[in-house]
């Protein structure tokens, strides 16, 4: 059997003797669909921080296909297959919509080719059929700073699909949404599995409910419960350290 | 792609920029000879201003050290000025008055006009790359950036200054002559240096705004906005901002070379740390994100200096802090973000309420 497309295994990783993610091991067949969830400080975001590189681990191993990539540089763990959408909107403000879009969808990125002038019609066209994927059409010419909060979240997400990276991490893709954006990101986020694996870190549990796959629970940087939303959910002990109060 | 957006003002541009040029082409009969060479020196100056605008408004890079390039590029002509008056044995008249006794190796090449215009031309720009790959390649910018630059520019005018026999200390270089056999105070070389500088910041501003105009200038503003964005989409952030310091570094050389023809000395004065942030306060007055900006905050605020300096010499430099306060706090585009403004508003009066019906998608 090949390997997985994404393996942690036993990864820690320790600020200062605060082990943010515990001997953690997880994972993601190729096209499928992850949600993390967790408390705040569970290490949610730093086991997203560990598989793209902005963290080392202080042990374990990141495998993407069987490669270690653990400790490579941020923009060539990209190049590998791998794309992150932070919690914060990262757009690219100067720019137009589409612009944003094409810069993420160029597949040649190194630096003397922004020199010429022929411009890649592959990457402009993949730019149009993402704006339409993430229902931007309208807004296509506009300057990604002048979107409104949602807009931006769904450029950037949109962005994220571009880069056609085999998996795509999502840390929050609903922050400061409304339940119709929300909606409508479900919708979205949905729309990539199968093609790309999807890795989803969120709070809101409705929207986890809209997405379905598979929830994992981080707590203390441990995996504490892995299965459907309705057995996690059934989970005494995950009741009592998060879901209970929802 | 984007001009779609700027069609409209696109041909409003170019003739404004053709006016301004065959103005430039006919100002030898409007201008005395005394503002002709004042304007010339400008001109000149405004090459160093653009090459900001594509480091600092466009890059956000901000250098309070352009006077080094500027520095290279005056130097390396005025060196070859220098010998160029000289008999084969004769020494520059600071390294006599030094006791200097032999040329050093390194001023004796400059005797070639070709190694000069070669030095003016590469020298800056290697030294820039270097520079500016060592510190970008490690993450370093903003205002760390700036303080690294102006340390480098304190430096290289302390070293002019305390290498007297080299470098003609404190005078700097100066008492020149010839050029490429032409004798520099005739009318006609006066005449063909200024419009030999007038096609330089026409090449100047051709060159960026083509580069700007293109993939390149918005790789540079991503990585002025984003530079962790683009990281994560798999881009190096780090080349764009040094070819960005590279081509401001070759601009400011060349600018720095044909002022020192127009002014006829080229001194440490003219490369330190104060020249240096002054030459940052005129592409803020202009605005920092245009290239017509950048020539006329350079013209504008040298004229200025110009006039106000001879009637009232103690009050220029409240004037600039002055005017510099006033931009920053009222205009943070600069005079070209005012015109632009004065645009914008004038199309958004032509076409009211067409473009808020457009952002109803999601809800």
Not at chain 2, 97 to 111: D, H, M, N, R, Y
């Amino acid at each position: 059997m090949s390997a997985p497309l994404l393996e942690l295994a036993n990864v820690t990783v320790d600020f200062d003797g605060f082990k943010a993610i515990n001997d953690l091991s997880l994972t993601i067949p190729a096209g499928s669909m992850t949600v993390v969830i967790g408390p705040n400080g569970a290490g949610k975001s730093t086991m997203c921080d560990a598989i793209i590189g902005r963290v080392r681990p202080s042990a374990g191993r990141v495998l993407l296909r069987g490669e270690e990539i653990q400790g490579a540089a941020e923009h060539a763990v990209v190049g590998k297959g791998i794309c992150r959408k932070f919690q914060t909107p990262g757009v690219l403000v100067a720019l137009s919509v589409i612009d944003n879009l094409i810069i993420a969808a160029t597949t040649d990125r190194r630096w003397w080719k922004s020199l010429t002038r022929r411009p890649d019609e592959a990457a402009q066209a993949r730019a149009e059929e993402i704006l339409a994927l993430v229902g931007l059409e309208g807004r296509r010419d506009a300057l990604a700073g002048n979107l409104s909060h949602g807009e931006k979240q769904w450029l950037e997400i949109g962005m994220v699909v571009a880069t056609d990276a085999e998996l795509l991490l999502l840390d929050e893709p609903t922050a400061g949404m409304g339940a119709a954006e929300s909606t409508q990101t479900a919708e979205i986020v949905k729309g990539l599995v199968g093609k790309h694996a999807v890795l989803v870190i969120d709070h809101d549990i409705d929207f986890v409910a809209q997405l379905g796959g598979r929830v994992v629970v981080l707590h203390q940087g441990q995996l504490l419960r892995e299965g459907t939303l309705a057995e996690v959910r059934a989970d005494a002990e995950v009741a009592a350290i998060y879901l209970g109060r929802a | 792609m984007l001009r779609t957006t700027s069609k409209p003002a696109l041909p409003a541009k170019l003739l404004g920029a053709l006016a301004a040029l065959l103005l430039a082409c006919v100002a030898p009969w409007l201008l005395s000879p005394y503002d002709l060479n004042l304007l010339a020196r400008f001109l000149a100056l405004s090459l160093t201003a653009m090459g900001l605008v594509l480091l600092w408004g466009e890059g956000g890079v901000l250098s309070l050290g352009q006077g080094v390039f500027f520095g290279i590029g005056g130097y390396a002509l005025a060196m070859h000025l220098k010998l160029a008056d000289l008999g084969p044995t004769e020494l520059p008249d600071f390294m006599v008055w030094s006791g200097v006794t032999a040329l050093p190796w390194w001023w004796a090449i400059f005797k070639s006009p070709v190694v000069a215009v070669a030095a003016v031309f590469i020298v800056a720009p290697i030294v820039a790359a270097l520079f500016a790959w060592a510190i970008f390649r490690r993450r370093i910018g903003g205002v760390y950036f700036a303080l690294i630059t102006q340390a480098l520019a304190l430096a290289f005018a302390t070293l002019l200054v305390s290498q007297q026999g080299k470098t003609g200390g404190f005078n700097g270089l100066t008492d020149y002559h010839t050029l490429f056999g032409f004798n520099l105070n005739r009318p006609a070389t006066v005449l063909g240096l200024y419009y030999l500088t007038v096609l330089f910041v026409a090449a100047g501003a051709g060159g960026l705004l083509w580069l700007l105009g293109g993939r390149f200038g918005k790789m540079l503003r991503a990585s002025r906005d984003g530079s962790n964005r683009l990281r994560f989409l798999g881009y190096d952030p780090a080349p764009y901002k040094v070819l960005a310091f590279t081509v401001a570094a070759l601009l400011t050389s060349v600018s720095g070379a044909l002022f020192t023809l127009h002014a006829g000395v080229v001194s440490p004065a003219l490369v330190g740390v104060v020249p240096s942030i002054e030459m940052v306060i005129w592409v803020a007055i202009g605005g920092r994100e245009s290239v017509a900006g950048a020539i006329i905050g350079a013209l504008l605020v040298n004229f200025a200096k110009d006039k106000i300096s001879t009637a009232l010499p103690e009050l220029w430099l409240y004037g600039l802090g002055l005017l510099f306060i006033l931009v920053v706090t009222v205009l943070p585009r600069g005079i070209a973000g005012l015109f632009a403004e004065i645009a914008e508003r004038r199309a958004e009066a032509r076409k009211p309420a067409s473009s808020s019906s457009q952002k109803e998608t999601g809800q």
